[in-house]
């Protein structure tokens, strides 16, 4: 199983991202999966969960501003991310839980400048 995550940078405050995330190794379209951040000293933390269906579940820090969806065909995943503030500063994750284990993607880092 591979995760590849893309997609971050720097960006100003309002300002908008897209990351993506291609998964290898799995039966994607039948697997919920996940998006996580972490910033520096602190736990990494749930951002968006999108289940097989494409109903996507958020932390309320995000909600209303992120958007998360996936396209089973290209097994890829998005995190859409609008009105970005300098507290959504963190390296992002993909990940999926694929037979009681868990899966990361490297991470990329998505910073906004204030």
């Known amino acids: 199983v591979q995760l590849q995550a893309s997609g971050g940078g720097l960006v100003q405050t309002g300002g908008s991202l897209r990351l993506s995330c291609k998964a290898t190794?799995?039966?994607?379209?039948?697997?919920?999966v996940d998006w996580y951040r972490q910033a520096p000293g602190d736990q990494r933390e749930l951002v968006a969960t999108?289940?097989?269906?494409?109903?996507?579940n958020y932390a309320d820090s995000v909600r209303g501003r992120f958007t998360a969806s996936r396209d089973n065909v290209r097994r890829t995943m998005y995190l859409q991310m609008n009105s970005l503030k300098p507290e959504d500063t963190a390296v992002y994750y993909c990940?999926?839980?694929?037979?009681?284990?868990?899966?990361w993607g490297k991470g990329t880092q998505v910073t906004v400048s204030s």
């Open positions: 190794g799995i039966n994607f379209s039948i697997k919920a």
């Open positions: 999108i289940a097989s269906d494409g109903l996507a």
């Open positions: 990940h999926v839980d694929f037979r009681g284990r868990d899966y």
